[in-house]
């Protein structure tokens, strides 16, 4: 015993040297050792000034301090208004600088930040904007708001690795670093990786087979094309686009009930799999309804901005929710396709960015003519599962203008959908952000310091748009390419991903985000070009494996000397386990399915009104349908998608987190879906006729997307083995197999079907089964 | 004993370890959180969530006792003879003056002032008046603090009852128990910091949400758990028919066997976490059914809380069952109680409301003082607001609703540091308006992070280039009711 906890505290302290060691060189760690020869503003001084300094000296008019802000530098140069006789900053002369004086002082009474704001700078920060002033304190754009330029490819030694141009930016800073990428991932790796990342399925043995035996040099390409032409691809790029959109099928809020939002959700994967140019895709969303001679797809498209939550709470303040609305897609706007945080000047001007409050309101005022009201209905029948303005999709409308729509009834089917007012409403801005305390009078506008309004636009959602889409926006190419960077590598490029404004982190490579943002635009915006690029670089081709060396150097991969391995998003964790079962219905869109969750869990939390008071669970294929189809229920979310960090789709949200908690493990260990899935594979394998050995070897395939090795092999059949003799003796089989609706085969040996069930349990349970390697 | 401490410390560490490397992020974690940790002295400032604990905690735990709808102030903690005497007179403007009410009275044509239904007396040495539908409440009266003069920003549910948990009426921003769970951890590593019970009672309900006990930004580890007393009392802990404990250790010896295989190739620490988190489910699946596990309690405590607390899903278990959590170091027991939505037959409802809760709530303070636990944990009871002097609907003697009110309101709280025996804060005659002592939401807040060690302008995370706190950008401690 002893031994043990011996042996484990050395370990433990191993480990913790080795952290040590490694905190030196992440990236962000860099700047603790050395201070870079020439300061850079963008890179080296402003994080430190936006992160300490801008919340009272910054773009806020009304918190600041001292009549003194940092961020602008003719401001800063100027003589202070409390002491005329100096300078906040001095260029070349860090003694005769305020800034300086005030943040390296002794006495606390005199030192900046003051205590009270508990924010504190450390020596290393000081240091820099001591250097910073010394070199003449020049200021620089933020770079997120200079439209991006085509960067020349870098120069490498080790051509030979390059496939295209993402590739040279990645080795660039491998080489400088003395880092070498890791060689390719071997076949059968790559190809469920590049499945999971395109289809969110993993490959069928037959795609396995077909993939090893084709030695051609492009075989790797072949698959790619033939994975991105799967219908499963349209499905796969949506998932990440319902966050984005906060997706549901319910209102939200008090009584939460049903919505039929779904055939947006169809839209989406449809307009996917079209290959929908970018600027496309998003101007109908944001305008289909005011485009020329709009179309029902068109108007379709717009359900985006009505997919927010709506309340039925009798007795609410009608303006408030409507103001509420308006909020949510104006948020959702600057998120979305910008990655500004636009919200934090809701109530103020923003603290950190240069957005006031005004340009806040100038940017709500494209969004606040709809037709619709804070409270339509309460509660009630089928004209309440959608609001006002809304369209309806007819029987006739699927057979000809949106046949991608899966309606499977003939009842009614409407969708909230976006429409304006035929007069102006007026836009005030909203005195701390209050539905009814009225300010200013404003007109709809953009924020000046990303680009300004042309008067060429129509002042609408449609000049919105083309606003959105002019080559010299700064952010709208950058914040997609980086996110569908996020979805491959698991970081963005820019890791908030939400947030390029001077809070947020700056792009690891920032010469390959400009390239891929101009390249992508210079493409007319073609998304699976774009996804093409990225996933036949030699940088995702890369093994998964983790030297110590690497893990030493760049713990958090932020280089990418190798693939990153990290856990699947909770859909494709159900997606994995019906497809490798056999049990998966590859039926696209259509209504949201209820599989099976535990009792009680709508039922304990309802108010008790409306559809959805009560979990009413489905039967036959709906059980089988993929993760992106299950019902989402604001208030009372799917339990297992909770538990692997879905969005619960409150609101607008562009990056999930990724946890490991051992609620996932009670998941993966007694969810009747992978209990269920277990037996239904383990009959079929059995009913073949092959080895106990062969089928363990199936199995493992089917789930893991490889072959087993030596040692896989025994210790599961050993297991095998051992459970064969386990449920002989205790004759506890039919219990285990009661799992699931799916039927047992008549004529089967129950007490093999078990033990072979619990093999195929484990082999779902594996670190790796769930984890893109 | 040197036995003990190596195996504490050990554990202490260990647990520390891996719930850092449960981060998901693995390694990047681990370079800024773990090593003060395991080795004291040194921190950063800058990768800690700073203020931690910046003075002695009071209170070491919190149990929650949410009455979820609302209940009325004016039929339990906040006596008004006032009403009653101008029973069906108008609500006088200069009162009122101008406050907004909800869509279901505000065109109402006249708003009738209406006085409880039930009396009032006096009670212990506080000689505080409390109605006579809280009678257990009444005899624990010299343990708790009432505080009369709440007020809220919002007058809807959903958003009042955010702005309780998470210090704002919109967004996904975490709840105060996950704050207490990322600022100060788990006491003990076969449970969750945050637990969460639900039940409901016969009034008009409210729903409760998820979005309710949120993690927000926070990680996902942080997320409020919900429990009950029932067959499965955490979703997915019970293992299948038919596969005994010791089949599933072995099961779980097999994989992790496997997976040790995969760590051999790809070297990432992430593939130690997950066996370690199965590990913990594998105790968890121990710990839980025995703390909730109510069969076994003795038959004077069965009798303190009342012989509902043995029915699963009532509020009675429910406090019983907090207690056995929190006693076993959970940090933040939450519960909700629904029905407390009196837009109607107050006076009836209202009777039934009270009867479910009343005895357990005061049970749950006896039996922590009677276990010396009562010091370190605070227990609080209340709604979200408060509701309207005036009647909603038609008056009559016995029948009469009240809308909801943010205005002013009561709840109470006790134990963990705050003075027993006390009333705090006064509303005027009407019972309309706060007219001594304020509390705003987010003063109620910082008092609880305060009881806990921790400051509330100082617990911060940031999230989308700002730092969050629970209480937004306002409160201030209430010093007055602390002992």
């Given at each position: 015993?002893?031994?043990?906890?011996?042996?484990?505290?050395?370990?433990?302290?191993?480990?913790?040297?080795?952290?040590?060691?490694?905190?030196?060189?992440?990236?962000?760690?860099?700047?603790?050792?050395?201070?870079?020869?020439?300061?850079?503003?963008?890179?080296?001084?402003?994080?430190?000034?936006?992160?300490?300094?801008?919340?009272?000296?910054?773009?806020?008019?009304?918190?600041?301090?001292?009549?003194?802000?940092?961020?602008?530098?003719?401001?800063?140069?100027?003589?202070?208004?409390?002491?005329?006789?100096?300078?906040?900053?001095?260029?070349?002369?860090?003694?005769?600088?305020?800034?300086?004086?005030?943040?390296?002082?002794?006495?606390?009474?005199?030192?900046?930040?003051?205590?009270?704001?508990?924010?504190?700078?450390?020596?290393?920060?000081?240091?820099?904007?001591?250097?910073?002033?010394?070199?003449?304190?020049?200021?620089?754009?933020?770079?997120?708001?200079?439209?991006?330029?085509?960067?020349?490819?870098?120069?490498?030694?080790?051509k030979e690795w390059v496939k295209n141009e993402i590739d040279y930016f990645i080795l660039q800073k491998l080489e400088r670093k003395g880092l070498k990428p890791n060689l390719e991932a071997d076949k059968e790796r790559l190809l469920k990786r590049v499945s999971l990342d395109l289809t969110g399925l993993p490959p069928s043995l037959e795609i396995m087979d077909k993939f090893m035996a084709d030695k051609s040099s492009n075989a790797y390409e072949k698959m790619v094309n033939s994975l991105m032409q799967s219908p499963a691809y349209g499905e796969k790029m949506a998932l990440h686009w319902l966050d984005v959109a906060r997706y549901a099928d319910s209102h939200g809020y008090q009584d939460d009930n049903y919505r039929s939002q779904w055939p947006w959700r169809d839209w989406v994967i449809h307009a996917f799999n079209k290959n929908m140019p970018y600027d496309q895709f998003i101007t109908w969303q944001l305008a289909g309804d005011l485009m020329p001679n709009a179309t029902k797809e068109q108007i379709l498209a717009t359900g985006f901005n009505r997919n927010h939550k709506i309340t039925e709470e009798g007795g609410v303040i009608d303006e408030e929710y409507r103001v509420e609305y308006v909020t949510d897609r104006t948020n959702t706007f600057g998120k979305a396709m910008?990655?500004?945080?636009?919200?934090?000047?809701?109530?103020?001007?923003?603290?950190?960015?240069?957005?006031?409050?005004?340009?806040?309101?100038?940017?709500?005022?494209?969004?606040?003519?709809?037709?619709?009201?804070?409270?339509?209905?309460?509660?009630?029948?089928?004209?309440?599962?959608?609001?006002?303005?809304?369209?309806?999709?007819?029987?006739?409308?699927?057979?000809?203008?949106?046949?991608?729509?899966?309606?499977?009834?003939?009842?009614?089917?409407?969708?909230?959908?976006?429409?304006?007012?035929?007069?102006?409403?007026?836009?005030?801005?909203?005195?701390?952000?209050?539905?009814?305390?009225?300010?200013?009078?404003?007109?709809?506008?953009?924020?000046?310091?990303?680009?300004?309004?042309?008067?060429?636009?129509?002042?609408?959602?449609?000049?919105?748009?083309?606003?959105?889409?002019?080559?010299?926006?700064?952010?709208?190419?950058?914040?997609?390419?980086?996110?569908?960077?996020?979805?491959?590598?698991?970081?963005?490029?820019?890791?908030?991903?939400?947030?390029?404004?001077?809070?947020?982190?700056?792009?690891?490579?920032?010469?390959?985000?400009?390239?891929?943002?101009?390249?992508?635009?210079?493409?007319?915006?073609?998304?699976?070009?774009?996804?093409?690029?990225?996933?036949?670089?030699?940088?995702?081709?890369?093994?998964?494996?983790?030297?110590?060396?690497?893990?030493?150097?760049?713990?958090?991969?932020?280089?990418?000397?190798?693939?990153?391995?990290?856990?699947?998003?909770?859909?494709?964790?159900?997606?994995?386990?019906?497809?490798?079962?056999?049990?998966?219905?590859?039926?696209?869109?259509?209504?949201?399915?209820?599989?099976?969750?535990?009792?009680?869990?709508?039922?304990?939390?309802?108010?008790?009104?409306?559809?959805?008071?009560?979990?009413?669970?489905?039967?036959?294929?709906?059980?089988?349908?993929?993760?992106?189809?299950?019902?989402?229920?604001?208030?009372?979310?799917?339990?297992?998608?909770?538990?692997?960090?879905?969005?619960?789709?409150?609101?607008?949200?562009?990056?999930?987190?990724?946890?490991?908690?051992?609620?996932?493990?009670?998941?993966?260990?007694?969810?009747?879906?992978?209990?269920?899935?277990?037996?239904?594979?383990?009959?079929?394998?059995?009913?073949?006729?092959?080895?106990?050995?062969?089928?363990?070897?199936?199995?493992?395939?089917?789930?893991?997307?490889?072959?087993?090795?030596?040692?896989?092999?025994?210790?599961?059949?050993?297991?095998?083995?051992?459970?064969?003799?386990?449920?002989?003796?205790?004759?506890?089989?039919?219990?285990?197999?009661?799992?699931?609706?799916?039927?047992?085969?008549?004529?089967?040996?129950?007490?093999?079907?078990?033990?072979?069930?619990?093999?195929?349990?484990?082999?779902?349970?594996?670190?790796?089964?769930?984890?893109?390697? | 004993?040197?036995?003990?401490?190596?195996?504490?410390?050990?554990?202490?560490?260990?647990?520390?370890?891996?719930?850092?490397?449960?981060?998901?992020?693995?390694?990047?974690?681990?370079?800024?959180?773990?090593?003060?940790?395991?080795?004291?002295?040194?921190?950063?400032?800058?990768?800690?969530?700073?203020?931690?604990?910046?003075?002695?905690?009071?209170?070491?735990?919190?149990?929650?006792?949410?009455?979820?709808?609302?209940?009325?102030?004016?039929?339990?903690?906040?006596?008004?003879?006032?009403?009653?005497?101008?029973?069906?007179?108008?609500?006088?403007?200069?009162?009122?003056?101008?406050?907004?009410?909800?869509?279901?009275?505000?065109?109402?044509?006249?708003?009738?002032?209406?006085?409880?239904?039930?009396?009032?007396?006096?009670?212990?040495?506080?000689?505080?008046?409390?109605?006579?539908?809280?009678?257990?409440?009444?005899?624990?009266?010299?343990?708790?603090?009432?505080?009369?003069?709440?007020?809220?920003?919002?007058?809807?549910?959903?958003?009042?009852?955010?702005?309780?948990?998470?210090?704002?009426?919109?967004?996904?921003?975490?709840?105060?128990?996950?704050?207490?769970?990322?600022?100060?951890?788990?006491?003990?590593?076969?449970?969750?910091?945050?637990?969460?019970?639900?039940?409901?009672?016969?009034?008009?309900?409210?729903?409760?949400?998820?979005?309710?006990?949120?993690?927000?930004?926070?990680?996902?580890?942080?997320?409020?758990?919900?429990?009950?007393?029932?067959?499965?009392?955490?979703?997915?802990?019970?293992?299948?028919?038919?596969?005994?404990?010791?089949?599933?250790?072995?099961?779980?010896?097999?994989?992790?066997?496997?997976?040790?295989?995969?760590?051999?190739?790809?070297?990432?620490?992430?593939?130690?976490?997950?066996?370690?988190?199965?590990?913990?489910?594998?105790?968890?699946?121990?710990?839980?059914?025995?703390?909730?596990?109510?069969?076994?309690?003795?038959?004077?405590?069965?009798?303190?809380?009342?012989?509902?607390?043995?029915?699963?899903?009532?509020?009675?278990?429910?406090?019983?069952?907090?207690?056995?959590?929190?006693?076993?170091?959970?940090?933040?027991?939450?519960?909700?109680?629904?029905?407390?939505?009196?837009?109607?037959?107050?006076?009836?409802?209202?009777?039934?409301?009270?009867?479910?809760?009343?005895?357990?709530?005061?049970?749950?303070?006896?039996?922590?003082?009677?276990?010396?636990?009562?010091?370190?944990?605070?227990?609080?009871?209340?709604?979200?607001?408060?509701?309207?002097?005036?009647?909603?609907?038609?008056?009559?003697?016995?029948?009469?609703?009240?809308?909801?009110?943010?205005?002013?309101?009561?709840?109470?709280?006790?134990?963990?540091?705050?003075?027993?025996?006390?009333?705090?804060?006064?509303?005027?005659?009407?019972?309309?308006?706060?007219?001594?002592?304020?509390?705003?939401?987010?003063?109620?807040?910082?008092?609880?992070?305060?009881?806990?060690?921790?400051?509330?302008?100082?617990?911060?995370?940031?999230?989308?280039?700002?730092?969050?706190?629970?209480?937004?950008?306002?409160?201030?401690?209430?010093?007055?009711?602390?002992?």
């Amino acid at each position: 015993m002893y031994r043990r906890l011996f042996y484990l505290m050395l370990a433990l302290t191993g480990i913790t040297y080795a952290i040590q060691a490694c905190n030196n060189s992440s990236t962000s760690q860099v700047a603790e050792e050395e201070i870079p020869d020439i300061v850079s503003y963008n890179f080296d001084v402003r994080p430190i000034l936006s992160d300490k300094c801008f919340i009272c000296h910054g773009p806020d008019a009304n918190k600041r301090e001292a009549g003194l802000r940092l961020d602008i530098a003719d401001e800063a140069y100027k003589a202070l208004k409390e002491k005329p006789s100096a300078h906040a900053l001095v260029p070349f002369k860090p003694q005769e600088s305020e800034v300086f004086l005030r943040i390296s002082s002794q006495d606390s009474a005199f030192l900046m930040p003051p205590q009270s704001s508990n924010l504190k700078l450390t020596s290393h920060e000081i240091s820099i904007i001591e250097k910073w002033i010394k070199q003449g304190a020049k200021y620089e754009r933020h770079w997120a708001f200079t439209p991006p330029e085509k960067p020349t490819i870098p120069k490498v030694k080790n051509k030979e690795w390059v496939k295209n141009e993402i590739d040279y930016f990645i080795l660039q800073k491998l080489e400088r670093k003395g880092l070498k990428p890791n060689l390719e991932a071997d076949k059968e790796r790559l190809l469920k990786r590049v499945s999971l990342d395109l289809t969110g399925l993993p490959p069928s043995l037959e795609i396995m087979d077909k993939f090893m035996a084709d030695k051609s040099s492009n075989a790797y390409e072949k698959m790619v094309n033939s994975l991105m032409q799967s219908p499963a691809y349209g499905e796969k790029m949506a998932l990440h686009w319902l966050d984005v959109a906060r997706y549901a099928d319910s209102h939200g809020y008090q009584d939460d009930n049903y919505r039929s939002q779904w055939p947006w959700r169809d839209w989406v994967i449809h307009a996917f799999n079209k290959n929908m140019p970018y600027d496309q895709f998003i101007t109908w969303q944001l305008a289909g309804d005011l485009m020329p001679n709009a179309t029902k797809e068109q108007i379709l498209a717009t359900g985006f901005n009505r997919n927010h939550k709506i309340t039925e709470e009798g007795g609410v303040i009608d303006e408030e929710y409507r103001v509420e609305y308006v909020t949510d897609r104006t948020n959702t706007f600057g998120k979305a396709m910008l990655a500004a945080t636009l919200e934090c000047a809701h109530c103020h001007d923003h603290k950190y960015d240069p957005f006031s409050q005004k340009e806040y309101y100038q940017v709500y005022a494209f969004f606040n003519n709809v037709k619709e009201v804070g409270l339509e209905a309460t509660v009630g029948g089928p004209e309440t599962f959608a609001k006002k303005p809304l369209m309806e999709i007819s029987n006739e409308d699927v057979k000809k203008i949106l046949a991608f729509v899966n309606k499977q009834d003939t009842g009614r089917l409407i969708v909230s959908v976006m429409g304006d007012r035929d007069t102006l409403q007026k836009t005030h801005i909203l005195n701390r952000g209050v539905y009814d305390a009225h300010g200013e009078e404003v007109q709809a506008g953009t924020p000046r310091a990303l680009l300004s309004f042309s008067d060429k636009y129509p002042k609408n959602r449609l000049g919105l748009s083309k606003w959105l889409f002019d080559k010299k926006n700064p952010l709208t190419s950058r914040v997609f390419v980086n996110r569908m960077w996020q979805e491959f590598f698991g970081r963005g490029i820019v890791k908030t991903s939400g947030d390029f404004g001077m809070q947020g982190e700056l792009p690891s490579h920032p010469e390959l985000l400009d390239w891929l943002a101009v390249d992508f635009m210079d493409h007319g915006w073609n998304v699976k070009r774009l996804v093409k690029q990225i996933v036949l670089s030699s940088t995702y081709r890369q093994s998964a494996e983790i030297s110590s060396k690497k893990l030493r150097t760049d713990p958090e991969n932020i280089l990418l000397a190798r693939a990153p391995r990290y856990r699947i998003p909770a859909e494709l964790v159900r997606d994995i386990v019906l497809a490798s079962s056999g049990l998966l219905v590859k039926k696209i869109g259509g209504p949201s399915v209820k599989p099976y969750q535990p009792a009680g869990l709508w039922e304990s939390a309802t108010s008790g009104r409306g559809l959805l008071a009560n979990y009413r669970q489905d039967h036959g294929e709906s059980l089988y349908r993929r993760g992106m189809y299950t019902f989402i229920k604001r208030t009372v979310p799917p339990p297992t998608m909770g538990i692997f960090d879905a969005s619960n789709r409150d609101q607008c949200e562009v990056k999930r987190l990724k946890t490991n908690t051992p609620l996932q493990a009670l998941v993966m260990l007694n969810d009747p879906t992978i209990l269920e899935a277990s037996r239904v594979l383990a009959a079929k394998l059995l009913q073949e006729n092959s080895q106990a050995e062969a089928k363990i070897k199936k199995a493992f395939r089917l789930i893991t997307c490889r072959n087993p090795n030596e040692k896989e092999m025994n210790l599961l059949t050993s297991y095998y083995t051992d459970q064969l003799t386990v449920f002989k003796q205790k004759s506890t089989a039919d219990k285990v197999l009661t799992v699931g609706e799916y039927p047992i085969p008549a004529k089967i040996n129950k007490t093999a079907l078990a033990a072979m069930m619990g093999v195929i349990t484990t082999i779902y349970n594996l670190e790796e089964t769930i984890t893109k390697t | 004993m040197e036995k003990d401490f190596l195996e504490h410390g050990l554990n202490y560490n260990r647990r520390r370890f891996l719930s850092r490397l449960s981060l998901g992020l693995g390694s990047v974690a681990l370079g800024s959180l773990l090593i003060p940790d395991l080795f004291t002295g040194g921190m950063d400032d800058a990768s800690l969530p700073p203020g931690i604990p910046d003075f002695a905690p009071k209170a070491k735990r919190v149990i929650y006792l949410f009455q979820n709808g609302a209940p009325s102030q004016l039929e339990s903690f906040d006596y008004k003879p006032k009403l009653r005497e101008m029973m069906g007179q108008e609500l006088p403007p200069s009162i009122r003056a101008g406050q907004r009410l909800t869509g279901m009275t505000a065109n109402q044509a006249s708003f009738p002032l209406v006085g409880s239904y039930y009396d009032f007396k006096q009670y212990g040495d506080s000689r505080a008046w409390i109605s006579d539908l809280f009678p257990y409440t009444a005899k624990v009266v010299d343990d708790i603090c009432i505080i009369r003069s709440m007020h809220t920003e919002a007058i809807n549910h959903d958003p009042a009852l955010t702005f309780f948990q998470t210090g704002a009426q919109q967004g996904n921003r975490p709840s105060m128990g996950a704050w207490l769970s990322y600022g100060l951890g788990s006491e003990n590593k076969n449970l969750p910091a945050f637990t969460v019970l639900l039940s409901r009672g016969k009034g008009n309900g409210q729903g409760v949400y998820s979005k309710l006990w949120t993690n927000g930004f926070l990680d996902s580890t942080h997320q409020g758990v919900q429990f009950s007393s029932g067959e499965d009392p955490v979703l997915y802990l019970k293992d299948p028919e038919g596969l005994s404990r010791f089949e599933r250790r072995k099961m779980l010896d097999n994989l992790a066997a496997l997976n040790d295989l995969s760590y051999k190739e790809f070297g990432d620490p992430e593939i130690n976490a997950k066996v370690q988190q199965y590990e913990m489910a594998y105790r968890m699946q121990t710990a839980v059914p025995e703390i909730t596990d109510l069969s076994s309690e003795p038959d004077d405590i069965i009798k303190l809380y009342g012989s509902d607390c043995l029915v699963p899903g009532t509020f009675a278990a429910n406090c019983l069952l907090a207690r056995k959590l929190s006693e076993n170091g959970v940090r933040f027991v939450q519960l909700y109680h629904q029905g407390w939505d009196q837009h109607g037959n107050l006076p009836q409802e209202m009777a039934g409301q009270a009867k479910d809760v009343d005895q357990a709530s005061a049970a749950l303070i006896t039996d922590l003082k009677q276990r010396g636990l009562l010091d370190e944990t605070l227990v609080i009871w209340g709604g979200e607001f408060g509701r309207t002097n005036y009647s909603q609907g038609k008056l009559v003697r016995d029948n009469y609703g009240r809308d909801h009110h943010p205005r002013c309101f009561s709840i109470w709280m006790a134990g963990g540091g705050i003075k027993p025996g006390m009333v705090y804060g006064e509303s005027d005659e009407f019972g309309y308006n706060v007219i001594k002592d304020p509390v705003h939401v987010h003063d109620f807040q910082a008092t609880v992070l305060h009881q806990l060690g921790l400051n509330h302008e100082k617990l911060t995370f940031k999230h989308l280039g700002r730092r969050y706190r629970l209480t937004d950008v306002s409160g201030k401690v209430v010093k007055d009711i602390l002992t």
